[in-house]
């Protein structure tokens, strides 16, 4: 492929060439070589492809069959009852209802008794906007047999009985309900829309068998993109161009924290199998745990921090000196300011997410969606980066080239940006625009081809 007549993101107006999945020739005045396709940018800012570090694949595929139950779409106990009714009577007997995005703002906590009262015929299972708790009601609590599980993650009142909420057992419910969705197809179109040339999957504690399936997706054509895959160290790594593994996810929780020589030996064995870790701090007591374990575990290339909701100013020499990575999510000021204002203490706003600091400090920074925990769209990540909410400490906001480069990063090094240069991998995001009317109009719709691998992927025209 020839692109040609580009603006390289930070190299100038040039040509680009591709061959075998590579780039090699970055210059001026390049002539199209027989069989060669060629794309004229006519100006358009080219970049690396943008990757996403932090997504969930299948529960993003999920909820294309879901229903929104929280803020902004649903704000009260009247919006939720009226909503799961109405799909209650436009949906076929015996199917299950599934609403993602749920907060307490709305109705307070759900339990098992709160949606008998609204849908008691029909199996219903609501998603907590964090992604951590599921909320059953009686009759899928039935259906899934959840009195003879005995997890820690199973709330149960004062007699026993199982409330209907279950922590960190998606895997479980998963397996009981035989519905997880398997086919990614829409949504690697929509992110090839949205200029996406490769997917970190951060799913926790994936089996042999989810990463074999989800390898055999991409190595099938029906994810285009690149995908790298956390997973446990025991998991092997499947064949495949597109597909590779990477570090070994732990989720911490404040309300089930390890105990500190558990949680350090854990990270020991982790490193001892050859992989680096990537731990789940979105409070501040997670990420100083994390700091301490790391320093008696010692640090492996590649660890990282996924999150850093809450990162205290003085661990900022600690994370640059140890080279530990953060892959952030600065959109989560704009989708959740409401829950911010109604609940982060004053003196934690300015270690809120954390942004303009960590580079000026020398920490590296990637960035992530976190879908469907958060919007899947790069362009609302980047909008919020650039364009920090005043009340959440604006000074936190970065130029526009710096939020681009949050997505510029390889699978395995996601704070260190790849450049448009010969013998990089030709995965490439093309804009219909210059630099300067793009820093306007930050959206998707600015995307005119994706290209991944050197072969054409989208094209938005």
């Given at each position: 492929?020839?692109?040609r ?93 599934r ?17 008998d ?20 009601n ?35 419910l ?9 086919d ?28 074999d ?9 029906r ?124 003196e ?49 906001g970065?130029?526009?080239p ?29 804009l ?30």
């Open positions: 492929m020839l692109i007549d580009a603006e390289v993101f930070d190299s100038g107006r040039m040509d680009v060439r591709t061959r075998g999945g590579v780039i090699v020739e970055c210059a001026t005045g390049l002539v199209r070589l027989p069989g060669e396709d060629e794309i004229n940018a006519a100006g358009g800012w080219l970049l690396p492809g943008l990757h996403d570090h932090h997504i969930h694949l299948r529960s993003l595929a999920a909820t294309y069959e879901s229903v929104p139950l929280g803020p902004p779409q649903v704000r009260t106990v009247t919006e939720l009852a009226a909503r799961l009714r109405e799909i209650d009577r436009n949906l076929q007997p015996g199917k299950w209802i609403g993602t995005g749920y907060h307490e703002s709305v109705a307070g906590p759900l339990d098992r008794a709160v949606l009262r609204i849908v008691p015929h029909r199996p219903v299972r609501v998603q907590h906007r964090t992604g951590v708790l599921w909320q059953l009686s009759m899928a609590c039935d259906l899934v047999g959840l009195d003879s599980n005995d997890a820690p993650g199973v709330e149960r009142d004062e007699t026993g009985r199982p409330t209907g909420r279950l922590r960190r057992l998606d895997s479980w998963g397996e009981r309900i035989g519905s997880r969705t398997t990614l197809v829409a949504v690697s179109v929509a992110a090839a829309a949205m200029g996406i040339t490769g997917f970190t999957d951060a799913t926790p504690g994936l089996a042999q068998a989810d990463i399936q989800l390898a055999e997706t991409v190595d099938a054509g994810i285009i993109q690149r995908v790298h895959c956390m997973a446990p160290p025991e998991v092997s790594e499947p064949d495949g161009a597109r597909f590779t593994l990477g570090p070994t996810k732990i989720v911490l929780d404040d309300f089930d924290l390890p105990a500190f020589d558990e949680f350090a030996d854990r990270l020991r064995a982790i490193h001892a199998a050859g992989r680096p870790v990537a731990v789940h701090c979105v409070t501040r007591v997670q990420f100083i745990l994390t700091m301490a374990a790391l320093d008696s575990a010692g640090v492996r290339a590649g660890d990282r921090i996924e999150h850093g909701a809450v990162i205290p100013h003085e661990s900022l020499d600690w994370l640059r000196g140890q080279r530990i990575s953060v892959v952030t999510q600065p959109h989560f000021v704009v989708e959740r300011a409401e829950q911010y204002r109604a609940e982060v203490p004053a934690d706003l300015p270690d809120l997410w954390r942004l303009r600091s960590l580079l000026d400090a020398g920490v590296g920074v990637a960035a992530g969606s976190d879908a469907p925990f958060g919007a899947p769209d790069p362009w609302s990540v980047l909008r919020a980066a650039v364009h920090r909410p005043p009340e959440f400490h604006a000074a936190e970065v130029s526009l710096a939020a681009l480069s949050l997505f510029f990063g390889a699978p395995d090094t996601p704070a260190t940006p790849r450049r448009i240069t010969p013998g990089a991998v030709a995965d490439l995001t093309l219909s625009v210059p630099p300067d009317q793009a820093a306007h109009h930050l959206d998707a719709e600015l995307v005119s081809a994706t290209i991944v691998a050197g072969g054409l992927v989208y094209s938005g025209q």
